[in-house]
């Protein structure tokens, strides 16, 4: 496989992603706000956001020389991120959301990819940029997941956690007690 096509693969991959959100958005509508989170534009845009290095790393890779064995294998991780993510939000439904809003009709869901991690998305996400840092043997995308991806995404989480606490109360914080924010079996 040349660098070209897998460039494209993890293009494509991240695609999964994307097409997952815009189809949920589609599907769900317009919908009454029940509670609407005052965090900050920057983490409620979380989702486009963290995009951005990706998009940066791919155009300007800034390229490491890798063994084609650990590309490929960067690759894989890509795609099984990317669909983990699209787990997650098919999972969710029409409680899907790029802000941290709760609506009408939304419902604390803990099954599926979420009895893994309480936020699957993002680590569906974090773990594709590793993994399109292999594919694309990008120095770049290594060093802005490191500084900007990776601790964006636990703000975000942090943020989100308080306000799915403030929406459904205890049933949240046992949900919070029994699974990990991120890293699957992490306790």
């Known amino acids: ?8 693969a993890v293009l494509l991959a991240a695609h999964i992603i994307f097409l997952s959100a815009g189809a949920l958005r ?22 486009p956001l963290v995009w951005i290095p990706f998009v940066v790393a791919y155009f300007f890779p800034v390229a490491i020389d890798l063994p084609m064995a650990l590309r490929l294998a960067g ?14 939000m098919w999972s969710l439904g029409t409680s899907y959301g790029i802000r941290m809003d ?11 990819p979420y009895r893994i991690t309480r936020h699957p998305m993002y680590l569906g996400i974090v773990s594709f940029h590793v993994g399109a840092t292999l594919a694309m043997e990008s120095l770049a ?8 991806v990776i601790p964006f995404t636990a703000v975000r989480i942090r943020v989100e956690d308080r306000v799915l606490a403030a929406g459904f109360g205890d049933e949240f914080r046992m949900f919070a ?9 992490g306790r």
Not at 76 to 88: D, T, Y
Not at 177 to 185: D, G, N, Q, T, Y
């Open 102 to 112: 709760l609506y009408e009709g939304h419902r604390l869901v803990t099954g599926g």
């Open 75 to 88: 690759l894989a991780i890509a795609v099984a991120s990317a669909l983990f993510a699209a787990w997650g």
């Open 26 to 47: 589609i599907l769900r509508g317009q919908r009454k706000h029940l509670l609407e989170s005052q965090a900050a534009w920057y983490l409620q845009y979380y989702p």
């Open 141 to 148: 995308l290594l060093v802005i997941t490191l500084v900007y």
């Open 1 to 8: 496989m040349d660098d070209r096509a897998l460039r494209i």
């Open 177 to 185: 007690r029994r699974v990990p924010a991120l890293v699957p079996f």
